[in-house]
């Protein structure tokens, strides 16, 4: 903003403010209006949903948690107690997997490694507990790769560029186009800078709610994993 209210006071001040306005420059402005509007409504979707998947996520890990730790009173399993500590180190390998410390590839694998966790139950509980736990992994499992679908697909890359290029024509035109004086033209333009490039960095920001980097958020619309977090603390005490 302080840049482009710096080249307006230039521009004016050399006197180069020579092009008319026009019907055509209204009509691009509502057209970049209604592309970041478009861009906008569309990551918030994805978005919505993104939010929801670690607190889905969380529900399930615990329900699984919880039906293992039940067998464990009601026969004092050690495999039920170990499924325990598996499902902990699951847990460990998601976040780890979401602040880019892993790759994809263990965490499918331990969620995977569920079934011989479940072999081994067998003959100690009642098939319906075997099966009520199998449907939460396979809940894991289709959360895990609806995350990384949404990390790995952008939805606004050729329209953000579109909306980009477009932004910065209408400043860049703003700049040589004299409406009302100085003073009334530099703060319109920055107030429109100030909007244009705000929306441009929210779309791209909302457009991956998982993007973390090591320990920390890299963005400011990011996904919570608080949910995840909490649980890591509450499967540590089970486990030790």
């Known amino acids: 903003m302080v840049l482009v209210g710096i080249a307006k006071c230039v521009v004016s001040a050399l006197g180069l403010e020579d092009i008319e306005i026009n019907p055509l420059y209204t009509g691009l402005v509502a057209g970049n209006i209604f592309l970041l509007g478009f861009l906008l409504s569309g990551v918030l979707s994805d978005f919505k949903e993104a939010e929801k998947l670690p607190v889905e996520l969380t529900a399930s890990l615990e329900s699984i948690a919880d039906e293992l730790l039940s067998i464990h009173k009601m026969k004092d399993s050690p495999q039920a107690l170990a499924g325990v500590r598996h499902v902990s180190a699951t847990v460990d390998s998601i976040v780890g997997w979401l602040h880019g410390r892993i790759t994809l590839a263990p965490v499918m694998a331990h969620v995977s490694a569920f079934n011989g966790v479940f072999a081994s139950l067998e003959e100690q509980t009642q ?45 860049t035109l703003l700049l040589f186009i004299d409406v009302a004086p100085v003073v009334t033209d530099t703060i319109l333009i920055c107030i429109l800078t100030f909007l ?9 920001d909302l457009d991956n709610p998982f993007e973390y980097e090591i320990g920390e958020i890299s963005g400011s619309a990011e996904a919570s994993l608080e949910p995840l977090i909490a649980l890591q603390g509450r499967l540590a005490t089970y486990v030790d």
């Open 196 to 204: 244009l490039v705000y929306v441009l960095l929210l779309v791209r």
């Open 127 to 171: 098939p319906g507990y075997i099966t009520r736990i199998k449907g939460e992994q396979n809940a894991v499992r289709r959360m895990i790769m609806r995350i990384n679908a949404i990390r790995g697909t952008s939805f606004v890359a050729a329209g953000f560029t579109v909306a980009a290029l477009t932004s910065v024509l209408l400043i």
